[in-house]
């Protein structure tokens, strides 16, 4: 079966860190796009972050960079979202997401192949 197996998640303190987990089951990530979502209560889903995964470059929304890192394992064909300086705004149901190839669009959510689970992440003041 083919999925995106989502891990991490939380609630934490404003300045704290966090790490999200993401591995495919079914498939390998050679040749993919990744990228990371999130969706806060009455929010869109916004794009966080994308990866290619054959060469390790990364992009970042405005809103995170600096403070989130996306990287890979691919002795384990998982991918990764390190946050840190965590604000209560970055509160949101994160999501991985992978496509099949890398696109300069990896901001667009309806480009996407396959959808982790969702994992909660709660900063709180």
């Known amino acids: 079966q083919v999925q995106l197996i989502e891990s991490g998640g939380g609630a934490v303190q404003v300045g704290d860190s966090l790490r999200l987990a993401c591995t495919a089951s079914?498939?390998?990530?050679?040749?993919?796009?990744l990228a990371w979502f999130r969706q806060g209560i009455g929010n869109d889903r916004r794009f966080v972050g994308s990866a290619r995964w054959d060469d390790g470059w990364t992009t970042y929304a405005d809103s995170v960079k600096g403070r989130f890192t996306i990287s890979r394992d691919q002795a384990t064909n998982t991918v990764y979202l390190q946050m840190n300086s965590l604000k209560p705004e970055d509160t949101a149901v994160y999501y991985c997401?992978?496509?099949?190839?890398?696109?300069?669009?990896?901001?667009?959510?309806?480009?996407?192949?396959?959808w982790g689970q969702g994992n909660q992440v709660t900063v709180s003041s």
């Open positions: 079914g498939f390998t990530f050679s040749g993919y796009g």
């Open positions: 997401a992978a496509r099949m190839s890398w696109t300069y669009r990896m901001d667009l959510d309806g480009l996407y192949d396959y």
